[in-house]
């Protein structure tokens, strides 16, 4: 849909209704740094659904219905993802690529289950994630995971 447009370095698909993004909907966006998929109805975000934005640095993806969030390699320019108001319960250990340097990493709201899996893909983010406690199990229930 968007393919072959290097010159873009914002985009902005906010408050659209868009329930599901196809794979590759973003091939050749290369100089994409921003990117703002807030308050729409994404439910699921593919593993490796960004990957190709070698530029990304900002992604917004607040107020979906997100429950979990896959591998997302290809991602070392990312410095700020946002996953506010959404209803994540879990992410991959390989959320982004060893050595990004994430700045911002923003969870609030969101019903996560702290097991195992969340604490290995928390730790190398950990200085960048905000606001965010556990849901479950009972005895981590309002655990601070910064």
């Keep these: 849909?968007?393919?072959?447009?290097d010159k873009t370095k914002f985009l902005s698909l906010k408050s659209n209704k868009i329930s599901r993004l196809e794979t590759n909907i973003f091939t050749g966006m290369l100089n994409l740094d921003s990117l703002d998929l807030g308050e729409n109805k994404i439910d699921e975000?593919?593993?490796?659904?960004?990957?190709?934005?070698?530029?990304?640095q900002t992604l917004n993806l607040n107020d979906n219905l997100i429950r979990y969030l896959g591998n997302q390699v290809d991602l070392a320019s990312l410095q700020q993802i946002i996953l506010d108001d959404n209803q994540l319960s879990g992410m991959s250990s390989n959320i982004v690529e060893p050595g990004t340097v994430m700045k911002i990493f923003k969870l609030n709201n969101n019903k996560l289950s702290c097991g195992c899996g969340l604490f290995t893909a928390a730790t190398p983010?950990?200085?960048a994630i905000q606001n965010a406690s556990c849901e479950t199990p009972s005895?981590?229930?309002?655990?601070?995971l910064n």
């Design 45 to 56: 975000i593919p593993d490796n659904m960004f990957s190709g934005l070698e530029a990304l």
């Design 1 to 5: 849909m968007f393919g072959n447009n």
């Design 125 to 127: 983010i950990k200085t």
């Design 139 to 144: 005895h981590l229930t309002d655990v601070k």
